[in-house]
């Protein structure tokens, strides 16, 4: 019997308490590292039980900052799809004309004033 045999048997023993083999005893009984890990399985499996039935009482102003927080990042999400989201791509695109006519122009100039044979300013 092998230590990751016996660990995936423990899980239903200790949950459900299914009866293991005789082999899986024995190997638990000596093997240290078996051992420790049906306890710590053990021990998970009574934390996990203690959850269920406790009741925490949440801190006074914790509905109150939970609430803020909510609102804060709702906002912080407005202002982020404004920015990132059509007018955006209408500022960009605005932009990107501006460029092109500036550039166009320029290229123009310079064409004309070099027919002309006009110095070009640098």
Known sequence: MQCDDV????PAAVEHGAAVELSVQRHIESCLRCQA????YRRMLRGLQMLRTRYLEPSPGLLAQTLAAIEEA???QAVHSILSGRRLAYAGAI?????AATAATAAMLVHRSRRRGLPVAS
Request: glycine fraction near 18%; proline fraction near 0%.
């Open 7 to 10: 660990a995936k048997l423990l």
């Open 37 to 40: 890990e049906l306890a710590r």
């Open 74 to 76: 709702g906002e912080r």
């Open 95 to 99: 932009g990107g004309a501006a460029v």
